[in-house]
């Protein structure tokens, strides 16, 4: 079943990738002041989130899922995991949130807030990967 756990390690790099990326695209076009670049960063946005962000996410939860009920996984530690994962996917919704937003002309938010924004998933998978590794 070492498939599974290289499936669910892939696909949680995948989500990753876009919750590190997408933010720190959010920094830039909070920047723009020309109608050229805002119309480029919604498309790199939008293709982020829907092309590689969310699938990364919705598999790295189903292969999470499979671990989980084919390994009988317990303890405290993956409590503490799952709660993270949770933070993960309100994390995530508020991504959408920003990039519709942005979409439709009505971001709210200065570059600042996105930089400070763009910490959150770094700290959390910190914590993932620790808890993983020596499952308190």
């Given at each position: 079943?070492?498939?599974m756990k290289s499936l669910h390690i892939i696909f949680m790099v995948?989500?990753?990738a876009g919750l590190f990326y997408l933010p720190r695209l959010f920094v830039y076009?909070?920047?723009v002041k020309d109608k050229i670049s805002d119309e480029r960063f919604k498309i790199m946005e939008r293709k982020l989130f829907?092309?590689?962000?969310?699938p990364g996410g919705i598999l790295t939860i189903f292969f999470?899922?499979?671990?989980?009920?084919?390994?009988?996984y317990q303890g405290a530690w993956l409590h503490y995991k799952l709660s993270l994962v949770l933070i993960l996917i309100i994390y995530h919704y508020f991504?959408?949130?920003?990039?519709?937003q942005f979409k439709n002309n009505q971001n709210r938010n200065g570059?600042?807030?996105?930089?400070?924004?763009?910490?959150?998933?770094?700290?959390?998978?910190?914590?993932?990967?620790?808890?993983v590794i020596y499952k308190p």
């Open positions: 079943m070492l498939w995948t989500w990753f076009h909070a920047e829907y092309g590689i962000m969310t999470g899922l499979l671990l989980i009920y084919n390994f009988d991504c959408w949130i920003f990039l519709n570059h600042v807030f996105y930089r400070i924004f763009n910490e959150a998933p770094v700290l959390i998978l910190i914590a993932v990967v620790f808890l």
